[in-house]
DNA sequence: ACCATGCGTTCGCTATGGAGAACACTCGAT
DNA sequence: ATCGAGTGTTCTCCATAGCGAACGCATGGT
C-alpha cells in the first residue's frame, strides 16, 4: 500500500520521529508553496522581510534556518509553519467495516481499528454530516493539500471522487484528496457521517 | 526584529497565525516537556546533543534556535516539534445530537456541523472503535498533551473522564483529555464509536 | 540592435547562534 | 565546615545564518 503500511501499527508508542531534521524537504516544501501562490523567490523573500539570498539557499537545500526565518515564510507563505516541515500526500483508500488492522486489546469484546495516522502536522477538523437522499452534494475542490476522511455511522452512501464514487455502509471508511472534485449523496434516510476534513 | 510588523494583515478564515514567532512559548514548552520527562537541563543539553548553555538560554526566552537545534530538542523531548511551537489544551466538550453549530447549506437535507476545529498542528488518529456490553474499558493515561474525540455512530456508550463519565448516543460527540485516566464502556451490543485520538 | 526589468544565483561582510569553559549555587555525605 | 557532585547561569570564541550588492540570464518594449 502507501505510506500508512509503513506505520508499523503505531502501537502504544508515539509517532515516528527521525532523527535528522529534514532540510531537504523543507527546502522542497517552500519551493513548493512558493510556486502554489505563484510567488517569485524575490517576491517572496520581500513579503516575508528576508533576503532573497536567504530564500535562495533554503530553496537549495544549503542551509539551517532559523525558527524565526522559517516562521516569517510560514506567515508569508500563509501556511502552517509545520507544513514547510513536512511531507506530501495520500490517495483514496477505502477500509470496509472489519477490514484493517485491529490494535490487539485485552479485552475480547473491544475492537480498535486504526483508519489513518495522522501525517505530521496536518490539521483535522471535524464534522457530522446528517444527510438525507436527494440529489448528489457535489463539492467544488477546497484549498490545495486538503484530505477528506468519512466514516459512515448509519445509513448508507455514495462517497468519494466525483468520477469514481463507492457506496458505503456503516462503520466503511473512506478517505480521498480533498482538493479535486468529490461527492456525497445519501442511499437512505438519516444517513450520518463523521467526518474529519484534513488541511495539511 | 520588527520585520514581522510590516506583515499583511491576517487573512479570515485561516487558522490564528501570529506575526511573531513564539519564541516565548517556545521556551516554555521546552522547560514544561522537559521538567514532565523528569530531566535535568544538563542530561537533556546532553541527550539531544546541544550545549547546555544554548539550552539554557533557549529556555529563558532569549535566543532564536535553528531549525537543527529545535529538532534535536524534539528528539530528544519524544514531542512532535510542532508540539514545541505550539500552545495549551482543552477540556471536556460535549455535543449532543442536533446541538453544536451548523454550516448553512444550500441543501435543506443536508447538514454539516463542525465538531472540533483542530489546534493549529495537532496529529489527529482516526480510530473506529466496536465495542461491546461489558467491563467499563479504562485507559490509562497516553502521553502527555493527547486529546480524544469521540463520536458515537451507533448503539450507546459511557464514555469520558474516569470520574465523570457521560452517556452518548447515536451522533453524540465527546473530546476530552487524554493524558489523565478516561473510560469507554458500551451500553448496548455493537456499539460503534469514530475516534480521532490528537496528539498535540 | 539596444536597454530596461524581471528572474534566481553567488559573492563578501557582519551579526549572532551555538559550543565549551568558568561560574555561582544547593544539597548530602563525611 | 569542607568537600563532591549535582544544578542552572554567564562568560568568550568561532562557525555560520542572514543581509545587501553584484552577478548572469532570460524576457519584452522601443
Redesign the pocket.
Known amino acids: 500500500m502507501d505510506r500508512y503500511s509503513e506505520h508499523p501499527p503505531e502501537g502504544p508508542g508515539r509517532p515516528e520521529r527521525t532523527a535528522r531534521p529534514p532540510l531537504a524537504r523543507i527546502a522542497a516544501s517552500i519551493r513548493t508553496e512558493?510556486?502554489r501562490i505563484g510567488?517569485?523567490?524575490?517576491?517572496?523573500?520581500k513579503r516575508a522581510?528576508?533576503?532573497?539570498?536567504?530564500?535562495?539557499?533554503?530553496?537549495?537545500g544549503?542551509?539551517?534556518?532559523?525558527?524565526?526565518?522559517?516562521w516569517?515564510l510560514g506567515v508569508a507563505l500563509d501556511v502552517p509553519f509545520s507544513r514547510l516541515v513536512d511531507p506530501p500526500r495520500p490517495r483514496v483508500t477505502v477500509l470496509r467495516l472489519g477490514e484493517g488492522a485491529t490494535v490487539p486489546s485485552e479485552h475480547a469484546d473491544y475492537t480498535v481499528t486504526l483508519l489513518a495516522s495522522c501525517p505530521p502536522h496536518a490539521r483535522r477538523d471535524l464534522y457530522v454530516l446528517r444527510v438525507e437522499p436527494g440529489a448528489p452534494k457535489t463539492s467544488e475542490p477546497h484549498s490545495p493539500g486538503t484530505t477528506e476522511h468519512a466514516v459512515v455511522a448509519s445509513g448508507r452512501a455514495l462517497i468519494g471522487l466525483s468520477d469514481e464514487p463507492l457506496e458505503l455502509g456503516p462503520g466503511d471508511y473512506i478517505s480521498y484528496p480533498g482538493d479535486v472534485p468529490h461527492i456525497c449523496q445519501a442511499l437512505e434516510a438519516g444517513t450520518t457521517i463523521v467526518v474529519a476534513m484534513e488541511h495539511v
Chains 1, 2 share one sequence.
Open positions: 512558493r510556486e510567488l517569485s523567490l524575490t517576491e517572496l523573500a522581510g528576508i533576503a532573497k539570498s536567504t530564500l535562495s539557499q533554503l530553496e537549495s544549503t542551509g539551517n534556518p532559523s525558527v524565526e526565518t522559517l516569517a
